[in-house]
T-cell receptor, first 112, second 114 residues
Framework: DQQVKQNSPSLSVQEGRISILNCDYT??????FLWYKKYPAEGPTFLIS?????DKNEDGRFTVFLNKSAKHLSLHIVPSQPGDSAVYFC???????????FGKGTRLHILP | KAGVTQTPRYLIKTRGQQVTLSCSPI?????VSWYQQTPGQGLQFLFE???????NKGNFPGRFSGRQFSNSRSEMNVSTLELGDSALYLC?????????????FGQGTRLTVV
């Protein structure tokens, strides 16, 4: 049973517009959430994270929102740029930090 | 500074064999984590080592094991290889323990089991 779900395998967004990547989780004991970005033939790169005690964290063009009641988080990229085309992984850490669970990823295409 | 280095980059093994993968973290980093990436399962956490001790472990069978040396370099071993073990194995290093801070990934080792 998938505890971290990224239900959209791919997403296409016009350059300059907002990209919204979604992630749902089932375990209310997760206490920390992370987003990673991955280009082909490279390892994932840490992007942004959020603690479960917050509902928003912003870093430049990237903002992560956490809705604990809905067990949902989203990554907003504004404005989207061609270099943002990559696979984005959502990850959740269990309370106590004993494991991290990743979603299957969403491939983002930024269209010119 | 040099990034995370994984060797070898590509490996082909036959079923039943065992394999050892190596990861050299960024200088000064003491935490090394291992992940398996497959098309069907996505990215899955294997284990984390910090100061030569395994701190965390994912849901993988005992055929998957690892260790960390005093210089923070880490090795991962898979014994009695199965076809389903074919995957990209990624290593990540970070300064401190825990999986909530910036982790820097290597390019991975592509293992093919035939």
């Amino acid at each position: 049973d998938q505890q971290v779900k990224q239900n959209s395998p791919s997403l296409s967004v016009q350059e300059g517009r907002i990209s919204i990547l979604n992630c749902d989780y089932t375990n209310s004991m997760f206490d920390y959430f992370l987003w990673y970005k991955k280009y082909p033939a490279e390892g994932p790169t840490f992007l942004i994270s959020i603690s479960s005690i917050k509902d928003k964290n912003e870093d430049g063009r990237f903002t992560v929102f956490l809705n604990k009641s809905a067990k949902h988080l989203s990554l907003h990229i504004v404005p989207s740029q061609p270099g943002d085309s990559a696979v984005y992984f959502c990850a959740a850490r269990s309370l106590g930090g004993d494991k991290i669970i990743f979603g299957k990823g969403t491939r983002l295409h930024i269209l010119p | 500074k040099a990034g995370v280095t994984q060797t070898p980059r590509y490996l082909i093994k036959t079923r039943g064999q065992q394999v050892t993968l190596s990861c050299s973290p960024i200088s000064g980093h003491r935490s090394v984590s291992w992940y398996q990436q497959t098309p069907g399962q996505g990215l899955q956490f294997l284990f984390e080592y910090f100061s030569e001790t395994q701190r965390n472990k994912g849901n993988f069978p005992g055929r998957f094991s690892g260790r960390q040396f005093s210089n923070s370099r880490s090795e991962m071993n898979v014994s009695t290889l199965e076809l389903g073990d074919s995957a990209l194995y990624l290593c990540a290093s970070s300064l401190g323990a825990g999986l909530d801070t910036e982790a820097f990934f290597g390019q991975g080792t592509r293992l093919t089991v035939v």
